[in-house]
């Protein structure tokens, strides 16, 4: 049993590299992903599945559910970071590392917001992973999966993390404490026609 991590396919503003909205969908090549990891996920087991509730989550969680027979359930929890006032920019014309640790968006959210945003949902993800049978699928953003794996979740030796997850990046994480992460951003189920834009892989 396992909970299986997941960030949202690929939108236009991944490949913009730019903030974006809470309605933001996916793209073309967005969907195409998404259809991939359902095929891939129904075949390793869904017995639950919880999402964001932004637009681009929750459309990849949906093409889980359509692949599995599962529903879906929302967790608003598990949305992005809000950026406030970045939204809809490119980081490209920013002069500021947006993502640095002390800085806090014009009308958006602090690192210490975000991660007890992110524990609070954890506790329900923790809750609700031993009744699903046999996994449970968790479709979020970026920085949620960076919040889980910089303070919750516990690497194996070797297993190293480079700073950000592909689009519908899967890791595959034991369902019981002390939470250890088994597989790590895998995009196996990707082929040449949607494999990552290296470009945004770190992107919201």
Not at 23 to 41: I, K, N, V, Y
Not at 97 to 122: I, K, N, Q
Not at 131 to 146: E, K
Not at 185 to 199: W, Y
Request: with cysteine.
């Amino acid at each position: 049993m396992s909970i299986l991590l997941v960030r949202h396919g690929e939108t236009e503003g991944n490949r913009k590299r730019a903030f974006q909205q809470p309605e933001t969908p996916l793209s073309e090549r967005g969907l195409a992903q998404a259809r991939q990891l359902g095929e891939r996920l129904a075949g390793m087991g869904v017995g639950a599945i919880i999402a964001s509730d932004y637009a681009r989550a929750r459309m990849t969680a949906e093409a889980v559910s359509l692949a599995s027979g599962v529903p879906l359930q929302i967790d608003p929890d598990l949305r992005e970071r809000n950026f406030g006032a970045l939204r809809g920019r490119s980081y490209a014309d920013l002069e500021i590392d947006p993502f640095g640790p002390d800085y806090t968006p014009p009308d958006g959210e602090s690192w210490e917001a975000l991660h007890a945003r992110v524990d609070s949902a954890w506790e329900r993800v923790a809750e609700a992973a031993p009744a699903a049978d046999p996994n449970l699928v968790v479709v979020t953003h970026g920085l949620v999966c960076h919040s889980l794996v910089m303070r919750k979740l516990q690497l194996p030796e070797g297993l190293d993390y480079t700073g950000g997850f592909a689009n519908t990046a899967l890791s595959v994480i034991d369902a019981a404490p002390p939470w250890r992460v088994r597989v790590l951003g895998c995009t196996a189920h990707l082929d040449a026609s949607t494999a990552h834009d290296p470009g945004s892989k770190s992107g919201l």
